[in-house]
């Protein structure tokens, strides 16, 4: 059997609470200096627990999308994923450079020209000096901005600069993509290129895990799907299959 | 098994892997020194941002600080009674180092917690590339105060040396490298504990007062020794010594060396401890 690109094994996420209590340095310091006996702190402690018992292989050419209701712990498995979290219990396996979409204008700055802001945001992501130079061109042409690439960001339009965000977020094509609910941008016309590029790029990654309330969108790009509830995989399978378990629950 | 696209744009271009998680601290800490280009391109644009729409940008800080600085040394070379070719230099490369110092503590309170915070919650790259970027912004800033330097340098004829030079370069290193330690330490621990970066607040205005910036420490006599023991008066000494034209106390050197190792030490070992636990924290 070929090697997993991405492969998740018993995990179990658990995220502390802290309150302003536990948070504070004055009680820190008392705890050390009662011991815990005191349990002075324990009404600070706590714990919710994110993910559990989360097991899945991905292999080149699978494209998973994510299907279950808000809080089902969706996001939260992208960003153990893409390794902003860390599993509590278990371990995740990453055969490849990973490329989050979570949150598309992510690092733009305003200030600076879209072209700069090019260099910000591929840079941001790993990319190399020669390879984002390569690319400004098609990004500027793609996100329409001609000579506008100039101008500082903040005097753009929404739409323009929703463009050039949505542009340069998709120039790349990662090994494993992670994307979370990022679609509708821009005016009808831009909204079909988008879907084409967006298209291209997931057909392109190894690996594509995306997290959507859009069954459209699971249907069109997805050959695998996971139902989620309450931080537990429910059911891992085919995307019909999946996706009307998902909605007779609902 | 997978369709290709006609696009042929969207080609792999990840040469490297640097600025993803490793599975170790080190191999983490690693990549992101490696991915230089990364961290100076997002500091000088920081910097570039600062200025954008000021017509004289830079100068501004250098006019500003110049002025202020100039005043307030020749009012200070009066009180104390000490000639202004001596005190001038003195006190404005000591309040020049000071910045660099004491932004460095208080703003590091704020840096993963501020600006970073978005970064670090969606991002697969390693935090401590923030801190790289943070420490890379402070040290431009720190160099746009040159041009002042020598405007000082040529009034009252106080030099840099050529033996005192390699003094500054190995004092600014070791500068920046507890820069990075510090930030880290305290970027951690500020967004852990929220109480901290007030705390720190508070207490670097006193700071600066107990540490030789204004005064020097013959100026206590018998109490001199009491300077030695804060550790913030051997960067001082380290920094301002080779501006002045001299090498630094040998005390001063190995302080810093030895505070810059042991910093060095403890943010690796908190990075390794939080680097995963930091995104639950901005």
Request: positive net charge; charged residues 15%.
């Amino acid at each position: 059997m070929a090697e997993a690109v991405l492969q998740v094994k018993n995990v179990n996420l658990k995220f502390p609470l802290y309150s302003a209590e536990s948070r504070s340095f004055r009680n820190a310091i008392r705890n050390v200096a009662l011991g815990s006996r005191i349990g002075v702190n324990s009404a600070g402690k706590g714990a919710v627990e994110a993910l559990r018992d989360i097991n899945l292989s991905l292999y080149g050419g699978d494209r998973l999308g994510l299907v279950g209701s808000n809080g089902a712990g969706k996001t939260t498995l992208l960003k153990l994923l893409a390794g902003i979290y860390a599993p509590t219990q278990g371990g995740v396996l990453r055969n490849g450079i990973v490329t989050t979409l979570f949150d598309i204008g992510l690092g733009m700055d305003g200030d600076a020209t879209g072209l700069e802001n090019i260099y910000l945001a591929s840079y941001l992501r790993g990319m190399q000096k020669r390879n984002i130079n390569d690319i400004t061109d098609e990004i500027v042409e793609f996100a329409e901005l001609h000579e506008f690439i100039h101008m500082p960001v903040r005097t753009y339009s929404a739409g323009m600069a929703t463009r050039l965000a949505f542009s340069l977020a998709t120039a790349f094509t990662p090994d494993i993509l992670l994307v979370d609910e990022v679609f509708g941008t821009g005016d009808a016309k831009f909204i079909k290129k988008s879907e084409k590029r967006m298209a291209d790029l997931m057909s392109n990654a190894r690996v594509l895990v995306i997290a959507s309330h859009n069954t459209e969108i699971i249907k069109k790009f997805c050959n695998k799907a996971l139902l989620m509830r309450s931080g537990q995989q429910i059911k891992l399978g085919d995307v019909d299959d999946i996706l009307s378990l998902h909605a007779s629950e609902v | 098994m997978r369709e290709k696209s006609s696009n042929s744009i969207q080609k792999n271009v990840f040469n490297s892997n640097y600025l993803q998680r490793a599975t170790s601290a080190s191999g983490e800490i690693f990549g992101a020194f490696r991915a230089w280009p990364v961290w100076i391109y997002l500091s000088l644009n920081d910097i570039r941002t600062k200025y954008r729409r000021a017509a004289l940008g830079p100068l501004w800080l250098v006019f500003g600080i110049g002025i202020a600085l100039s005043g307030m040394a020749l009012a200070w070379s009066v009180i104390f009674g000490v000639s202004w070719r001596e005190y001038v230099p003195y006190m404005i490369s000591g309040m020049l180092v000071w910045q660099l110092i004491s932004g460095y503590i208080l703003q590091s309170c704020d840096m993963f917690t501020g600006e970073f915070s978005g970064l670090i919650k969606s991002l697969p790259a390693p935090p401590i590339i923030y801190a790289l970027r943070f420490v890379m912004r402070g040290l431009w800033l720190f160099l746009h105060y040159l041009p002042f330097w020598v405007c000082v340098a040529v009034a009252t004829g106080t030099w840099p040396t050529v033996e005192s030079i390699p003094y500054f370069v190995l004092g600014l290193f070791m500068t920046l490298v507890t820069a990075l330690s510090v930030s880290v330490i305290v970027g951690m621990m500020a967004a852990r504990f929220r109480d901290l970066s007030p705390a720190i607040g508070a207490l670097m205005t006193p700071a600066m007062m107990v540490t030789p910036v204004m005064w020097k420490p013959e100026m206590l006599g018998e109490y001199g020794v009491y300077a030695k023991m804060n550790p913030l008066t051997h960067y001082v000494e380290v920094l301002r010594a080779p501006l002045l034209g001299h090498a630094p106390g040998e005390e001063s050197l190995i302080a810093v060396g030895v505070m810059a190792a042991f910093f060095s030490l403890l943010a690796f070992i908190l990075y390794r401890r939080y680097r995963y636990t930091l995104v639950l924290w901005v």
